[in-house]
């Protein structure tokens, strides 16, 4: 048992298990998703929606080695530990009793197959996971792995369940000493010359085109619509590695007055959209993008709403119409919402503690001085909690009906599909959907504050967080822009090649990590410049000292002309690599019908970037750059690092 400053409680065990090359595997993974699947999980169902505990999760890695299965619950403090380990034990000793259903297995193996299938529609992944692979042994192992889920039967679940998931084979954290012990021998990794020697591959997937990335051949090949409810769309249909497809879909509604104060109801009513819909429970959501072998995300905001989907040429109609069951028909469930307010307040409870949440939090406010009567205005993080305590699904279902509409909304669709499908779909859930209320956008104008340096004593950890902040007049559009972009990359913004990284992480080790962003709008003139440092709590005053001084060597000095050409380089080449990501290309796209942009505008900015000199960017730096002006906030266990000493 460990008893450390915190906010809420965890229960977890763990099993020894076999190496991920062994025939024993594949039924170990299919039983860690029956396990804590969410929301069909036994270990969900028994202490989440029992409003036991907050959120479980486990997880069973494929190694060279003998491995494990981790399982971790998380509580809230008015939750009862060992009622908690009671039950989760009980659940995990009945897996012998009580074998997993036909249904249970087929749901696992759906997902895990899924998630198989979608791995090689991204060139990147196949690079990574064929890596993982390698580092086991053999990156065949990952097909014979594939193959091993399609051929688990039941009796191999209950078989894997009766060898492994024995007391004797646990660890909760307290020791118990037995005069013999049940001790279960984990086989070796098998010969694996013998065992991939003679695999045969399957059919290959679609290789897909060679796609030119370039600004010119993106606008040429976008092509624009609108729909009569004000929905514009931009799509790029292109041969792509197993006829992957991604879209995104942006619903953008309310108006400063009509938001005021429901920041926490309108994050609810995105949360809620994949939680069910009139004809579709959340479970029966989840088995459908399963079977579809597809990815849908929701997210957003108290203004806008996003979809964000990966799937495949002939499935993209049948997520675009689940999206759209999302977007129009929500169910708003009431057992839905109580556990979604569990899960945020266990989640926020948990950040309390902690130095990064606590610092960012504070950066925020300080550099927002919004009244709390502005939809602007940043919650602290206990305020934030009592409104979610205070939030009813009522709230919730009136902002949905209040605010949500399609007549500000975009769509962006990269990859291979049927273009008049999809318009097809888009037509019958978007075409007449329009909100209540009128849209009008919150504006973010350029706000002066005044320096301060702040300090949160954050007892018992380890990590100390710092970060430094500066609101500055300037968007995207702004002359000086260009000269900020790549002046922050140098700065800190490239990492281990930057200024902040080189002086603070390598040659004086007093960060593990470290950086600088820059933001320009694009619809106001405003922007910000910030950067951060994780480190031990005792290198607080050296962090902040050298984190000032490099900035003041920059204002002074400036940055050389080969580092500007060296950065200006990483920065084209990271660009090009972004515009080839049909995920990044997709989002491009629809915030840009938002901006009313092409691509055209990312070639002037490279162009402008291309042109500028060293004392080009040394002229803008060091007109924006004061430290006088920056807000400062550090979060650590500064008290234990800096005691003080009493006369």
Not at 442 to 461: F, M, R, S
Not at 505 to 532: C, I, M, P, T
Request: glycine share 6%; with cysteine; hydrophobic share 35%.
């Amino acid at each position: 048992m460990l008893r450390r400053t915190g906010d809420v409680q965890v229960v977890s065990c763990s099993y020894h298990t076999a190496p991920g090359s062994h025939a024993d595997y594949p039924a170990i993974a299919l039983i860690d998703e029956i396990l804590s699947n969410e929301p069909a999980g036994r270990l969900y169902k028994a202490l989440v929606e029992s409003k036991k505990a907050s959120y479980v999760w486990s997880f069973a890695p494929s190694l060279k080695e003998p491995g494990f299965l981790y399982i971790n619950a998380t509580l809230r403090k008015e939750n009862s530990v060992e009622e908690v380990k009671e039950i989760l034990l009980k659940t995990l000793d009945e897996l012998k009793s009580n074998p997993p259903t036909a249904e249970e297995l087929e749901r696992a193996k759906s997902r895990l197959l899924k998630q198989w299938n979608l791995s090689f529609n991204s060139s990147d992944r196949v690079g990574l996971t064929m890596s993982e692979y390698i580092a086991q042994g053999d990156w065949r192992l990952y097909f014979l792995y594939r193959d091993g889920l399609e051929k688990v039967t039941l009796e191999d679940i209950t078989n894997v369940a009766v060898k492994y998931f024995k007391p004797s084979n646990r660890t909760v954290g307290i020791f118990i000493p037995d005069d013999q012990p049940d001790r279960v021998e984990v086989p070796a990794a098998p010969d694996l010359v013998s065992l991939v020697g003679d695999y045969k591959g399957r059919e290959l997937i679609a290789e897909g085109e060679a796609f030119d990335p370039s600004y010119d051949n993106i606008d040429k090949r976008t092509f624009k619509g609108q729909l009569p409810s004000g929905l514009k769309y931009a799509v790029i249909n292109k041969e792509n590695r197993g006829d992957a497809v991604n879209a995104v879909i942006t619903l953008r509604f309310g108006n400063p007055k009509s938001l005021a104060g429901k920041s926490v109801a309108g994050d609810f009513a995105a949360s809620m959209l994949d939680r069910g819909t009139k004809s579709m429970s959340r479970q029966d959501i989840q088995d459908k993008l399963d079977a579809l072998k597809a990815r849908l995300s929701v997210y957003g905001s108290m203004s806008s709403a996003t979809f964000s989907i990966e799937t495949t040429h002939e499935n993209l109609p049948e997520v675009l119409d689940l999206a759209g069951k999302m977007a129009t028909e929500p169910v708003f469930d009431k057992n839905e919402f109580e556990k979604l307010k569990n899960e945020q307040l266990a989640f926020l409870e948990e950040q309390l503690s902690e130095p990064g949440s606590r610092a960012s939090n504070l950066l925020q406010r300080l550099t927002n001085p919004y009244p709390k009567t502005d939809p602007r205005y940043v919650m602290t993080m206990e305020e934030e909690i009592e409104a979610i305590k205070a939030l009813r699904l009522e709230d919730v279902v009136s902002f949905y009906k209040e605010n949500y509409g399609a007549g500000h909304a975009n769509v962006s669709i990269v990859g291979d599909f049927d273009k008049p499908k999809a318009e097809n779909v888009l037509n019958r859930y978007f075409k007449s959907w329009k909100s209540p209320s009128k849209y009008e956008r919150i504006t973010n104008p350029y706000k002066q504050v005044n320096g301060a340096d702040e300090q949160i004593n954050t007892p018992d950890k380890a990590n100390a967080m710092f970060y430094a902040g500066l609101n500055l007049p300037i968007g995207d559009n702004h002359p000086d822009y260009p000269a900020m972009v790549i002046g922050n990359f140098m700065l800190g913004g490239g990492f281990l090649n930057s200024r902040l990284a080189t002086r603070i992480r390598q040659k004086e080790g007093l960060s593990y990590g470290v950086g600088s962003w820059f933001y320009g709008n694009s619809l106001d003139e405003s922007g910000s410049f910030g950067a951060y440092a994780i480190y031990a709590p005792e290198n607080r005053d050296k962090v902040q000292a050298a984190f000032i001084d490099e900035i003041q060597k920059v204002v002074k000095e400036g940055f050389t002309q080969e580092e500007l050409d060296a950065a200006r380089s990483g920065w084209i080449q990271s660009q090009m690599v972004n515009r080839a990501q049909d995920r990044s290309l997709a989002n491009k796209l629809s915030n840009y019908q938002f901006l009313n942009r092409n691509l055209q505008w990312d070639k002037s900015l490279e162009d402008k970037i291309t042109k500028l000199t060293a004392a080009d960017v040394n002229k803008v730096m060091a007109k924006y750059l004061d430290t006088q002006k920056m807000v400062f906030v550090k979060a650590g266990d500064f008290e234990k690092a800096f005691p003080v000493i009493k006369p």
